[in-house]
């Protein structure tokens, strides 16, 4: 008998949920993201991190005038932030070490690039993939080198979209922490004290 995943059902606000219903690549994304959520964190992350997304994006978008579209491009750029993922074989890295090696490490550093091409290759627009190219490269220790160097020739816009997703990014990671990486979750009033600093040196 199949059980039905009422969890998965409940996971996404409202209005991210029916962002998601409404196209047919967000779905095929939602799915592949299931398909791997007993690899490792990746799923539970991408869900609160597109929850918060767009709790952000929705908040400016009332002082800085963005359209539905801007929302609806910025929901989808969290949703497949990480969507590389599916292309990295989480089960044999856990299966050495319980935790990532630096070695490991490395090889999960490849869901950016991955998820770049995926993103290209099925004709999503510049300004989900761009973004989603940067988004580990406001960090102390920067990766890829592509994005790095592509990073420069970026309009504004595609830069401080990449500069919202890694700030959700690193919120999302503060303020409940990961499984793989020694990172331990803070009590959720003080995850914005983990971002601010990295505002005031301008990198977000
Ligand atoms: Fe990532
Ligand atoms: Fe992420």
């Not at 994006?57 to 590389?84: M, P, W, Y």
Request: aromatic letters at 8%; charged letters at 35%; proline letters at 6%.
């Amino acid at each position: 008998m199949e059980i039905p995943n009422l969890e998965r059902r409940q996971v996404y606000l409202d209005p991210v949920r029916k962002i998601i219903e409404n196209d047919i690549f967000l779905r095929w994304v939602r799915e592949q993201l299931d398909l791997i959520s007993d690899e490792g964190d990746t799923l539970r992350h991408t869900q609160r991190m597109t929850n918060c997304g767009y709790l952000l994006i929705r908040h400016l978008a009332r002082e800085q005038k963005l359209s539905n579209d801007d929302i609806e491009l910025f929901v989808e750029t969290c949703l497949s932030h990480d969507l590389g993922k599916i292309e990295v074989d989480y089960k044999s890295l856990i299966k050495t070490s319980g935790k990532f090696s630096p070695e490991d490490f490395e090889i999960v550093k490849q869901h950016v690039e991955k998820g770049y091409d995926i993103l290209k290759h099925c004709g999503r627009s510049d300004e989900v993939y761009n973004p989603v190219l940067i988004h580990h490269t406001f960090q102390p220790d920067p990766y890829p080198p592509l994005a790095i160097k592509r990073k420069k020739n970026m309009n504004e816009r595609d830069k401080r979209n990449g500069r919202l997703l890694a700030m959700t990014d690193v919120f999302e990671t503060c303020a409940f922490g990961r499984k793989f990486v020694e990172i331990r979750p803070l009590p959720l009033d003080k995850a914005p004290e983990a971002v601010w600093p990295a505002r005031r040196r301008g990198d977000y």
